[in-house]
């Protein structure tokens, strides 16, 4: 006998049918009766996994030889431990026949906790139903251990219990959810089987039941289960409890017998007598709604059927589950309700279903009065240009290891071919991760995007599309502005955090929160501007439990959203954005989104849009004229904050009626819109703006108390000019920049006209050098641009229309200071990343020294792989190339450049070779292709280049073959045309895809290794073991013929056998002429395979270094290997140690040979 297992299985019933305070006990009496000691009983207490827990206690139980004492814990709580789960021999010293599951505890928890028990769910009614009970009224529910019987009157208690009492309610409906849970695979064959009962006799159908029954009643019960639910059952209450409810219970004296899962049988309670049941009365419910045709038979008298629970919506029974509750029950489709008008999409309206009983009650008074109020709240739209913002396109995304030391993780660039927008909108980004989430869990969605980019803007439409009945799947969507949140040192409830949506909350009382408690997988939460929470960023880490009701810290509230504790099952929507440490925190997310910014033709719309709002759509064209004219600003336009100030500029030029023309710089378009209000302000009024923004920005803040402006007068101007707007969700005393541009903009502007700033720190808020002592953290990070431009470009035009001619002493100081750190540097050592920045403050100067130092040190090889190239980056770049006299070669993989930045920087002159992902190359060359532009074409065909090419995924392969295909069919249809450079002149290829993917995908790379003409390096070798094996190898052997360049073939970690070794020996003699190097180390190859490349070895006239190290030949493979080395005097090495070789064989063999090396 396994008294292991014996005691695994009692110490979980018991562990999963008591509350945790009763475990506790259970450890506190093992403690005292010194079968734990004191550090292992802490640790035990702190165990979050109960099978773990259920495991160690049975361990320590198991040693001290005595399973019983496991029970002292429950007599010391004032419970019996259950004897259900003891074994056969064990007696009860009181010799009870009592039936068992009276002497359960009650069950709380999960369904896992109540799958691992073995109590029958009736008996668990009868158990609940008895601890409601006085001790006079305490009846005698189970006579016989085998038949689970209960008399009228307790039959009429329970029904009345379920429709009186909650607890009752939540106690039934835990239990049937355990049921479907267990049983939801058998509803299909419930549901074929009423199909075919349709097709018989109703006489037919009651005898079989009958024959089924009195078949049943000689075996052991099962438990029984109802097998079909509502079709639909979302928003379902239930009508309160027939009159005649009693009549249906008015049957013969005597225990009744209940099977309510037969499906052959119509929806009702059916009394059946007979003899040899045991019973008087059978009492037989079917849950499935029969066809209006079907009558009782005439035989029994007329029943109705159970009344339904409240509170279980869509249920017909009391042991029916909802489907909000069911753990697998998937999502209505956001289209399920495509063709409902906006009140039918309500959750508290529902087409009829073709009968009264399928017409949906009401929410209660006060949830259906926050309903109405939280939708009006939403519908409301934004006002002012904010309101025009152009559908924004979001893009899968996924979060990838910093190239540091680090151990973060940060948001992968990737291709723009592999990109994938989210073209089904908001439908899409909710049903994201639905093929990641568990039953009832929460699922976790994340949008991220810089600032500017509308992710606050989506977020509200997120809301509003709610509103307006397009997410019927949401009883409530919660949009919180995550600086309403940031209260550091208060104590929070869930009510707070529900509630915190704007200057007038909606209270969620208690009744509100008990819905949404119980319902959570109806619930969307959007946390909108996640990154305001940065004082808080440990909240993944911290400890949140499950309830609700406690307060808590606001590290503690998020930790139960973000831990998937706190209302488990709803649907928790984040916008943050990509960098700073709670971005990092995001990797558990099941999907992440990127705000992908506009497009050109995006931008465009944008404005047409704005001047429309405007009233002034006679100025469309003028401004679109105006902006393309300014490619650098129509590069920025990507950003709606940008669009948006280049829109207000315009129109406030084209009203003066001057000759119009925009700035070239994003410091003069925000001096161009400051300025002219500058001189009408009050006076030091925009100083102690920049001075609020450069503090708050130093805090990590945006928002800022009306009473930290310096005058009433002050905050008055500040808001008119619409600098300063009202914080959204916030009261109207809390103010907020208008963008976050902006605050940059005015930091940098206090930075420049400072007298508090000493002129040689001012180096450091440039943040291109690194610093190891006290860093700058560059959270204002426009901040360098603006700071460059405003110091550098003229005075008169620039700060001078800003401040006045004040400032002029201090700003040349400190110009100077910048010129020299500036002509200090050195671009060809700086990081991919920093020389972009240090082109973009250069560009920002207009100071033509300053920008020739930045392209006299331009390197002629420039890399940045890995780094994103935004549109302004890649305007910015091409700029510097055209001016800098000199030829490039352009490394641009891992970029995620779009198509036209990437033409625009290959069809320069001077960029003579580049590289690119092979998915956005070959885009660009159909592009062009469909444009005409041939000349073009040839260029970047002629400069594209894949040497070295290593295939890390499945991915690389496949475009490595389609640009070969692209060969194969151009060589094909032009009979002039050559092969593409980039594969002509391929030399070295490296294939490292794993065991894993290796063996599959070797097959395709196979196929077109012929088209590598000039392939000299084959490098088969990977960390991580390609283990592409003999199959592989007898795969490349075929190829040889056509690889006339190959010198150097590395097979090592392949899982070559004999048999590989004798297929590839077959095959050299092909590259006798040019191979000088094969590797075959960390192989599997024994003695007839050494033998195989031992008598090929005086072929390969080329060949000058062989390692077959760490392969299992044995001393008669070396000797024979060492006798063929000694007819090829061209082999300079052989390197053949192996551990199966005895070490003075090998000696003697190297003294014969000095070429021999060992290890």
Not at 36 to 46: I, K, P, T, W
Not at 400 to 417: F, N, P
Not at 1096 to 1123: E, H, I, W
Request: hydrophobic share 40%; proline share 7%; glycine share 8%.
């Amino acid at each position: 006998m396994d008294h292991f297992q014996t005691i695994l299985t009692r110490v979980r019933m018991l562990l999963s049918s008591h509350r945790p305070s009763q475990v506790q006990a259970l450890l506190d009496n093992l403690l005292a009766e010194e079968l734990l000691s004191r550090e292992y009983h802490y640790a035990l207490l702190h165990e979050s996994d109960d099978e773990a827990l259920a495991r160690k206690i049975s361990l320590t139980l198991l040693e001290k030889g005595d399973p019983d004492l496991a029970l002292l814990g429950w007599i010391w709580s004032g419970l019996q431990a259950p004897t259900a789960e003891r074994d056969p021999s064990y007696k009860d010293p009181g010799g009870s026949g009592q039936c068992p599951t009276m002497e359960l505890g009650p069950l709380e928890g999960s369904y896992l906790e109540l799958l691992n028990s073995s109590a029958d769910p009736l008996q668990l009614y009868h158990l609940y139903d008895r601890m409601d009970l006085t001790a006079e009224e305490e009846i005698d529910l189970c006579s016989e251990p085998d038949t689970d019987t209960i008399n009228c009157e307790q039959f009429s208690r329970l029904l009345c219990d379920m429709e009186g009492d909650e607890e009752t309610r939540e106690a039934y409906a835990n239990i049937a959810e355990l049921d479907q849970y267990v049983f939801q695979d058998t509803q299909l064959e419930g549901l074929s089987k009423d199909i075919f009962i349709e097709h018989i006799g109703l006489e037919e159908m009651t005898s079989e039941s009958v024959e089924v029954l009195e078949e049943a009643g000689q075996k052991t019960q099962k438990r029984p289960f109802p097998e079909e639910l509502p079709v639909d059952l979302k928003h379902r209450k239930l009508a309160p409890p027939s009159s005649s409810l009693l009549s249906c219970l008015s049957l013969p004296s005597g225990p009744i017998q209940i099977i309510p899962t037969l499906s052959t049988l119509p929806q009702g309670l059916w009394p059946i007598s007979g003899t040899g049941t045991g019973v008087s009365s059978i009492l037989i419910y079917q849950s499935e709604m029969p066809p209006a045709s079907q009558t009782p038979p005439a035989s029994g008298p007329a029943v109705q059927s159970l009344p339904k629970s409240p509170d279980r919506p869509g249920s017909t029974s009391p042991f029916a589950p909802s489907a909000a509750d069911l753990p697998s029950m998937p999502e209505p489709a956001l289209t399920s309700r495509a063709n409902l008008t906006e009140d039918e999409m309500s959750p508290t309206k529902c087409p009829a279903a073709g009968g009264a009983s399928s017409k949906l009650p009401k929410w209660p008074e006060s949830v259906e009065r926050f309903y109405q109020s939280l939708r009006d709240k939403y519908q409301a739209q934004p006002a002012g240009p904010e309101g025009t913002l152009v559908e924004m396109d979001l893009v899968r995304v996924r979060l990838e290891k910093s190239s540091g030391k680090s151990q973060e993780r940060e948001l992968a660039t990737l291709d723009w071919a592999e990109r994938q927008p989210a073209r089904g909108g908001l439908a899409e980004v909710l049903l994201a991760a639905s093929d990641r989430q568990q039953p009832r869990e929460t699922r976790v969605i994340a949008v991220l995007g810089k600032a500017g980019h509308g992710k606050s803007h989506w977020a509200r439409a997120v809301s509003r599309a709610w509103a307006h009945g397009q997410l019927p799947q949401y009883d409530f969507v919660f949009w919180v502005p995550c600086h309403r949140l940031d209260r550091l040192g208060t104590s929070y409830h869930l009510q707070d955090l529900l509630s915190s949506l704007g200057p007038q909350p909606l209270p969620v009382n208690d009744e509100v929160l008990s819905y949404i408690a119980r319902r959570p997988n109806r619930i969307l939460l959007v946390l909108d501007g996640f990154e305001e929470l940065e004082a808080h960023d440990g909240s993944l880490h911290s400890t949140g439990g499950p309830g609700s009701a406690e307060p808590r810290s606001l590290r503690g509230l998020l930790a139960g959203l973000l831990q998937r504790k706190l209302l488990r099952g709803c649907t928790l929507l984040l916008t943050a954005w990509p960098r700073g440490r709670l971005a990092q925190s995001l990797s558990k997310a099941d999907a992440l989104f990127e705000v992908a910014g506009f497009s050109a033709q995006q931008a465009e719309t944008y404005v047409k849009h704005y001047f429309e709002s405007e009233g002034t759509a006679e100025y469309q064209e003028r401004a679109l004229a105006l902006l393309r004219a300014q490619p650098f600003l129509l590069s920025h336009s990507h950003s709606p904050t940008v669009c948006r100030a280049v829109c207000q500029l315009t129109e406030a030029l084209l009203q003066r009626g001057d000759e119009a023309q925009l700035p070239s710089t994003l410091t003069g378009l925000f001096v161009g819109l400051l300025g002219p209000a500058a001189r009408d302000g009050p006076p030091g009024a925009l100083a102690g703006l920049a001075r609020l923004a450069w503090e708050l920005g130093r805090a990590h803040q945006r928002g800022l108390k009306a009473g930290c402006l310096p005058s009433a007068e002050a905050r008055a101007w500040a808001v008119a000019q619409g600098w300063l707007r009202p914080t959204t969700g916030a009261p109207e005393t809390e103010l907020a920049f208008s963008s976050f541009l902006l605050q940059c903009f005015l930091g940098a502007m206090w930075l420049a006209l400072s007298g508090e700033i000493k002129d040689k720190e001012l180096p450091q808020y440039l943040a291109l050098t690194p610093r190891k002592k006290r860093p700058y953290d560059n959270w204002l990070e426009g901040v360098p641009r603006f700071l460059v431009g405003l110091v550098f470009q003229p005075r008169a035009s620039c700060l001078g229309a800003l401040a006045g001619p004040a400032a002029s002493t201090s700003v040349d100081r400190k110009q100077k200071v910048l010129t020299r750190y500036l002509k200090r540097l050195q671009p060809g050592t700086l990081q991919a990343g920093r020389l972009l920045e240090l082109l973009h403050c250069a560009h920002e100067a207009l100071d033509p020294g300053l920008w020739q130092h930045v392209l006299q040190g331009l390197p002629a090889r420039l890399s940045f792989l890995g780094t994103r190239l935004t549109p302004p980056d890649t305007h910015v770049l091409g700029s510097a190339l055209e001016a800098a006299g000199q030829d490039f070669s352009l490394d641009l993989r891992g970029t995620g450049v779009d198509p036209s930045g990437l033409g625009s920087l290959v069809g320069l002159s001077c960029v003579t070779r580049f590289r690119a992902a092979l998915s956005d190359t070959v885009e660009l060359w159909e592009s062009l292709q469909q444009r005409g532009e041939a000349k073009l074409l040839r260029a970047v065909e002629e400069k594209f280049t894949i040497e070295p090419f290593k295939a890390k995924s499945m991915k690389d392969v496949e475009d490595l073959g389609n640009l070969v295909q692209i060969q194969r069919t151009r060589s094909s249809s032009e009979a002039a045309a050559g092969e593409l450079p980039a594969v002509r002149d391929l030399k070295k290829l490296e294939f490292a895809l794993g065991p894993v993917l290796g063996p599959q995908v070797f097959p395709k790379l196979v196929k077109i290794l012929e088209a590598f003409t000039s392939l000299q390096h084959l490098d088969l070798d990977s960390l991580s073991e390609n283990k592409i094996g003999d199959e592989g190898v007898a795969q490349l052997s075929a190829t040889f013929p056509q690889l006339k360049a190959l010198e150097t073939l590395n097979l090592s970690q392949n899982n070559i056998t004999d048999v590989g070794a004798c297929k590839l020996a077959e095959a050299l003699p092909a590259l006798a002429a040019s191979l000088l190097r094969l590797s075959l180390y960390n192989n599997c190859i024994c003695d007839t395979g050494a033998e195989s490349l031992a008598h090929v070895l005086p072929d390969m006239v080329s060949l000058r270094v062989l390692d077959v190290q760490y392969n299992k030949f044995t001393a008669a493979g070396a000797q024979q290997l060492a006798a063929g080395l000694r007819k090829c005097p061209q082999v300079k090495t052989l390197a053949m140690w192996t551990p199966t070789i005895p070490f003075g064989v090998q000696e003697h063999l190297q003294q014969l040979d000095p070429r021999i090396i060992l290890r």
